[in-house]
């Protein structure tokens, strides 16, 4: 849930994420997304972005519900391998059902430009940085984080025991 927006655009979820303005550069796509998406989904903001893909989180409005938008990042659009592998993730993680692991609600492309993008279930989580925190806090990080690592490890495995089974 939706704490509190501040005037520089920078919204916070709960006490651990962020979520903030796109860059200009990425403004146009982001509105191309944005309306992709209307109406069931609010786009609040940009959460991340990697090598392959930006991560917008949303609200679906129908099932009254924070979601995550993993976007193929424009500069791989045309790399029929990117696309590829980007399609074969949301199909992967949607056949997976495991506690684990997130659940895909949706795939789709943005008209026009032919990006794919896929809706998935939100998981609000802590940065990785520990800096700046108490030597207690520190320690209940880490914690926190063996136990998270546990988790995924549970949910690769069983991921890949899937994968093993119906080749």
Known sequence: MLRSVHTSGELRSGEFVRFQKPPEELQELYA????ALAPNIKVLGMAGEGGMAMVFVGRDSVLKRQVAVKLLS???ADDPVARKRFT???ESIAAVSHPNIVNVYHVGEIPGKAIPYFVMQFVDGRGASTQGLPPRHQAEQHRSRRRDGSRVGIGLRYFRRLQLTSS
């Open 32 to 35: 191309e997304l944005v309306r």
């Open 74 to 76: 424009p500069t791989l």
């Open 88 to 90: 074969r993730e949301a």
